[in-house]
């Protein structure tokens, strides 16, 4: 048997290959080494003809090319894959800490984490990307025209809304752009043709009608993410008179993403680090019942809500952030108010709270939690009624900037203190009357103390429980022949002090 042996004949050795005139010569095998055209290259097949394995495996080859997109660089070719992610992309970095922050197309908002962003891409274009190549990269573009100062970012008056961009002094709606530093997005549309008033007649059977105003200013503060007259909110009324409900009212139009639900116990205390940073990247924060606030909490509180800017961080973060009150607002739902409320005298304090009074009680067969469920036909409805509601907070807010209508009356100290003397606890009103006063010599049973404090407060109490509220009030108790006396206390007539004159 006689094997054929195969080699470059003399003319393909000296590159002469169209001259080559051996069937046995190896170049030839190797089409005398320039590169068969191939599928690749744009060959058209004969299917005509019979399709042999080779022509299979190339096929399968030129598929999972077009799956996968090429990888057009070497390492040593970052600068030029820095030039292009940066090209396709809008990066932001924040001089303070040197994070990363890119812009989201789809949303129109910048995000965080824009170096994950980066790698990608960098895996995407580098064959065989290693970690120094994504870090060289990195580093360029973090170098290179993206810095800024984290105010900018952050302290932006843009609001971004799904439809675009609304400008808060002249009311004009732009297109989403890089342009405009924005990072959280509203969840409506500003649409100032829509006319569905459901929801906004359904807030006026809530409220008084001279809180209108107030209502809106809330609602526009939360929607500009500013806050310029240093207020929070309280929500006071009795149970079912939907307080909550307004609440949730807000939380529709500007998202549950851009709340916070921290519990005023938590952020207010001495001994948390880590409280106020709950509230970066927020626009409110919603509390309830504040009843049981300390004397230092509610300074503390005051310090909140008066500008001043608090330095917080998170936990495992040493990055220095500063929470800016006059971008955010303080809201609280309540029944009842504490006693030390009414004895506030700091006028700084009281004038960072807005009392709103809830009156209108519904009956127990009225209340629904899930009232919303019947309320609205369905969820381009609801959509509708939140954008209506905007509709007409813009609208009012634009008036008041060409000075067609006053602005807004917030309640001053003397309003604010006759609300807290209302709102104080009929039991706090008892004492705060001094219907018990100063008298040597004589001395008062706490049966005549019950009676009287009875008759005041409109309902039945034992010995027990009134001993207990006279303790907590400073009075001394003291027994005699198996009674409760308390010596050296008289009751006052009406001529002698100015109290409360029961109808």
């Known amino acids: 048997m006689t094997v054929e042996i195969q080699i470059n004949c003399k003319e393909c050795l000296r590159d002469r290959h169209d001259t080559c005139l051996s069937e046995n010569c190896l170049c030839a095998n190797n089409n005398h080494g320039v590169k068969k055209p191939s599928l690749a290259d744009g060959v058209k097949v004969d299917f005509d003809k019979p399709i042999d394995y080779s022509f299979v495996k190339e096929w399968n080859q030129v598929n999972d090319s077009i799956k996968q997109e090429p990888k057009s660089f070497r390492n040593d070719n970052w600068d030029l894959v820095a030039d292009i992610i940066q090209s396709d992309n809008h990066i932001l970095t924040l001089r303070e800490n040197n994070n990363m922050w890119y812009y989201n197309k789809l949303e129109g908002i910048y995000k965080p984490y824009a170096h994950t962003i980066i790698a990608e891409a960098c895996q995407r274009l580098i064959q065989k990307c290693q970690n120094r190549t994504v870090k060289e990269i990195t580093e360029t573009i973090r170098r290179n025209k993206t810095m800024i100062d984290m105010a900018d970012l952050f302290e932006s008056r843009h609001i971004s809304v799904k439809n675009g961009i609304l400008e808060p002094g002249t009311f004009e709606l732009k297109p989403h752009s890089p342009e405009h530093f924005t990072t959280t997005k509203l ?255 004589s001395r008062l049973t706490i049966e005549e103390i019950r009676k009287d404090f009875e008759l005041f407060v409109g309902y039945k109490i034992t010995n027990q429980n009134l001993g207990n509220i006279l303790k907590r009030n400073g009075f001394i108790s003291s027994q005699s022949n198996s009674v409760t006396i308390f010596k050296n206390k008289a009751f006052a007539s009406v001529t002698e002090q100015s109290q409360t004159i029961l109808e």
């Open 187 to 441: 969840p409506f549309s500003v649409n100032f043709k829509t006319r569905n008033l459901k929801l906004w007649n359904h807030i006026l059977t809530i409220i008084d009608v001279k809180d209108i105003n107030l209502i809106m200013e809330l609602i526009w503060i939360c929607i500009s993410n500013y806050n310029p007259f240093k207020k929070m909110f309280i929500f006071k009324g009795l149970t079912n008179t939907q307080k909550s409900t307004l609440a949730d009212i807000l939380v529709w139009i500007i998202g549950n993403e851009n709340i916070s639900r921290e519990k005023p116990l938590q952020f207010l205390s001495s001994s948390s680090r880590f409280s106020t940073s709950k509230f970066i990247g927020k626009r409110m924060n919603i509390a309830s019942e504040i009843g049981n606030l300390t004397e230092d909490m509610i300074e503390n509180m005051k310090s909140l809500v008066g500008a001043e800017l608090q330095n917080t961080e998170r936990k495992g973060d040493n990055t220095e952030r500063y929470f800016d009150p006059t971008h955010f607002v303080f809201l609280y739902t309540t029944n009842t108010l504490g006693k030390i409320y009414s004895s506030i005298n700091d006028n700084s304090v009281i004038t960072r709270f807005q009392f709103l009074i809830f009156r209108n009680q519904l009956d127990d067969s009225e209340t629904n939690g899930q009232w919303y469920n019947e309320f609205f036909i369905d969820e381009k409805d609801k959509q509708s009624a939140i954008e209506t509601i905007v509709n007409i907070v813009i609208n009012y807010k634009k008036a008041q900037s060409l000075g067609k209508i006053p602005k807004t009356k917030w309640s001053n100290i003397v309003d604010t203190k006759k609300i807290l003397d209302e709102e104080m606890p009929i039991e706090d009103k008892y004492f705060k009357d001094e219907r018990i006063v100063s008298k040597i010599g």
